[in-house]
């Protein structure tokens, strides 16, 4: 949690100067650059002109620090359109993959996009999702139970899209392991897995970002098969 008292200690570089926002967006970068495991607070003070004890003034650990640069990503996601558009549904579609396209930009946020939502931003995208579904036209008592399972397909299913390609990218290039894996399906035998010995090239040549889209348009055409959207006179 942030610290309140006083100002951060002196005697080590503009200490006094630096703010939360200012450490994270860092962070952020050094992020990008090197991954989680590259981002250490010494590297940190460095690139701040600073020492870590007045990192530490602001975050808590590394792990607080990395939650909170994920949720900067994400408030920048859709911070640019405050706007909420007239159909409730292309709003839900234009945020979701907004959110989706920031995360892949920096894939090392993904799995730290948690749901329910605690950070600000995490809230903020939360409590837009509940604003345009309740513009659906879906019975009010319905609201939350969609809302929360829209958000969690939105950073979940990303997650579970983008997070898996940062381990394999330490080691091999995504199509490799996509084009080894579709092998693999290929010796299986098509009386036991008929679908996926029939798919493989589907597998090797998918499109992350068509595959989030898919299952989100998916949600989206059940959210408008069953709202209300014409009440009767």
């Known amino acids: 949690m942030p610290r309140t008292r006083g100002r951060a200690p002196d005697g080590e570089g503009r200490a006094d100067a630096l703010s939360r926002e200012i450490i994270v967006g860092a962070a952020v970068t050094l992020l990008d650059e090197l991954g989680e495991r590259g981002l250490t607070f010494r590297l940190l003070a460095k690139e701040l002109n600073t020492g870590p004890g007045a990192l530490y003034w602001h975050v808590t650990n590394k792990d607080e620090l990395v939650a909170l ?15 909420l558009v007239a159909d409730a549904g292309a709003g839900l579609r234009a945020l979701a993959i907004a959110v989706f396209d920031a995360l892949d930009r920096h894939p090392w946020a993904a799995s730290h ?20 579904v309740a513009r659906t036209g879906l019975p009010a008592e ?15 299913v990303s997650a579970e899209i983008i997070a898996p390609g940062l381990t394999v990218g330490a080691t091999t290039s995504r199509d490799a392991f996509l084009a080894r894996t579709a092998q693999r399906w290929e010796e299986l035998d098509p009386a036991d897995y008929p679908f ?10 998918h499109d992350d970002r068509d ?14 098969a069953i709202a209300d959207q014409r009440p009767p006179a």
């Open 69 to 83: 640069a994920a949720d900067q990503v994400l408030g920048h996601a859709f911070a640019a359109d405050q706007r």
């Open 113 to 132: 996009v948690t749901a329910p939502a605690t950070l600000e931003n995490a809230l903020r995208l939360f409590d837009r999702i509940g604003t345009l």
């Open 142 to 156: 319905r609201h939350f139970a969609v809302t929360t399972a829209i958000s969690y397909y939105i950073t979940g």
């Open 196 to 205: 996926l010995t029939r798919t493989t090239k589907d597998l090797r040549d």
């Open 211 to 224: 595959q989030f889209t898919t299952g989100l348009d998916l949600l989206l055409g059940g959210l408008d």
